[in-house]
């Protein structure tokens, strides 16, 4: 089976999401809104072809990448609107931006500061690569992931690192440093060798406070790789079960190996409105404005 750290995560979370999600494929009730995304995807995007044509070696690189903007939009509106809405609401109050033309230029702002922030944590190297494929094949399982940025930096470092870019504008929101650790044990299964380093870039942040360094050990890699196979295992096995049993069945074998796991997370799940047990858990839990605007992050979970 192919198991990405995103469906791994979603697993771990609760099953029956990652039924719905990955298996069963349902489409939700309502369709994600993406706006929220499209600045980190932009900034992203524009970092990547940075690396990847080698951008840094030509003049006027500001410009460059200036140049491509609106081209880069396009594209990814098209991509996002495949997966759901891309919807700008003035009176949405968890909306970053109110209007197309403040989120680009939210992102044009954001190029030379980019600029200086691979200058200051001198983040190149003339093996650097964008978008990395590291899918491995771990214990008859095919496991995926795309890594953001890999690269020998240069001088003074020399270090060979695994980077990946966020641009939320809460530094601690949306930051998992199991994801990179997930990108370390598949790197070190296709080099035998672990990374040097892995870091989270923020490209809204001053070049001084824009990177955190997640340590690791190899005992982390280890754990990760072995409950990893565990769930794997756990997933063939319930679909193989489910080929073998009547159709009159499936519920039961369903809640028995894809349960629901009913917690905080629930109230920003897609499928919240065709699960009983996420919904009698909102309906028992505190009301929704306990939470913050921010969502589970605030109340440290």
Known sequence: MYLSYS?????????????????????????????????????????????????????????????????????????????????????????????????????RESIPRGIEIIRYHRLLGTDAEAEVKLDSWVGGHRLGGRADFIMTRIKPHGDRVILDGKGSKHRDTYVDPWQLKWYAMLYREKHIVAPDGLGFVYWRSKPEESMDWVAFTREDLDLLKEGVLVNATHIDKIKLLLDGVPKEDHPHVLREGFPAKPSQNCRFCSFLAVCREGQAYESASVPAALYGAGGVEDIGI
Request: with cysteine; proline share 3%; glycine share 4%.
């Open 7 to 107: 469906g791994h995560k979603t697993y771990e979370i609760c099953p029956k999401q990652y039924w719905h999600s990955y298996i069963d494929k349902t489409v939700p009730e309502k369709p994600d809104n993406k706006v929220n995304s499209l600045y980190g995807s932009m900034v992203g995007t524009l970092f990547e072809i940075f690396y990847a044509d080698k951008l840094w070696m030509k003049k006027g690189v500001e410009e460059l990448l200036l140049s491509m903007v609106d081209e880069t939009w396009d594209r990814l509106v098209t991509n996002e609107t495949r997966k759901g809405l891309v919807e700008f609401k003035d009176k949405d109050e968890r909306a970053n931006y109110k209007s197309k033309n403040d989120l680009l230029d939210d992102v």
